[in-house]
């Protein structure tokens, strides 16, 4: 382990570590490229360091923010941390548990511990589905409910979030951006998880709506013991919430620092 990750261990066992996290993608040859690599051209295909080499761990109830740029690879290290994408390289672990193992999800348990919310409540959603089932489905998936208690269990869920249970059973074009991305939140904390991935969470939504939703992450914070990796391009938002933050920029950590 780095000396920079045992420093941030110190304090309290973490309950995700990165270690010398990587991700690779290869750009391949459009079909010029193609055509003059069997004409003896010297092209070869690009490879895209998204993530190169990063070192973190997050204590039990912090809330870390990742800043950076546009491209820095902040979204995609969160994508790995949620088990949606897979590392190149590298060691993630959630409660000293490994999340990834040889390409895929290591269990099931971690899959619903850690959660991640997107940035775009209007692409996030599917608009054929009534948010009582969009809330609900994970859950009556994973046997955590049973189908004739899913109707109560969504009402509770979406009363949490601030949304009115008697709207259950409309459709996430009658919602407001705040509002869908409220139902956004619903949906992940309805499978009781520990750790929220929150993914440029509030950069859609108006100024307005943006204070509601940090207000909400906060809250709930706090209620369910939450911890958080925060994912913004926006330092004053991050400072706000975060109890430390880390800055990417091309792919490397290249600050970490406490909000105080």
């Not at 193609?34 to 490879?47: F, N, P, S």
């Amino acid at each position: 382990m780095s000396e920079a990750l045992q420093q941030q261990s110190a304090a309290a066992a973490p309950i995700l570590t990165a270690e010398e996290v990587s991700k690779r993608f290869v750009k391949a040859l459009d079909l010029a490229g193609r055509i003059a690599q069997r004409l003896g051209a010297d092209i070869r295909e690009e490879t895209v360091h998204a993530v190169d080499g990063v070192s973190l761990a997050i204590a039990p109830g912090e809330v870390v923010g990742l800043v950076g740029e546009s491209g820095c690879g902040k979204s995609t290290f969160g994508r790995m941390v949620a088990g949606i994408l897979p590392p190149s390289a590298g060691n993630l672990t959630f409660d000293g548990r490994p999340i990834w193992q040889d390409g895929k999800p290591v269990s099931r348990e971690t899959a619903l511990a850690v959660q991640m919310i997107f940035q775009d409540p209007f692409a996030s959603l599917d608009p054929r589905m009534r948010v009582l089932d969009i809330i609900g489905e994970a859950p009556k998936v994973h046997g955590m409910i049973a189908p004739k208690e899913m109707d109560d269990y969504v009402a509770d869920v979406m009363l949490r979030v601030g949304l009115d249970a008697d709207f259950r059973r409309r459709y996430p074009h009658q919602f407001s951006g705040g509002q869908r991305q409220r139902i956004g939140i619903a949906r992940a904390l309805a499978v009781k998880p520990r750790f929220l991935v929150c993914d440029e969470a509030i950069a859609a939504l108006d100024v307005s709506i943006q204070a509601q939703v940090i207000n909400l992450f906060m809250d709930l914070r706090e209620d369910l013991d939450l911890t958080y990796l925060f994912i913004s391009h926006d330092l004053s938002v991050v400072e706000h919430i975060s109890d430390r933050i880390v800055i990417m920029y091309l792919g490397r950590v290249v600050e970490v620092a406490p909000t105080d």
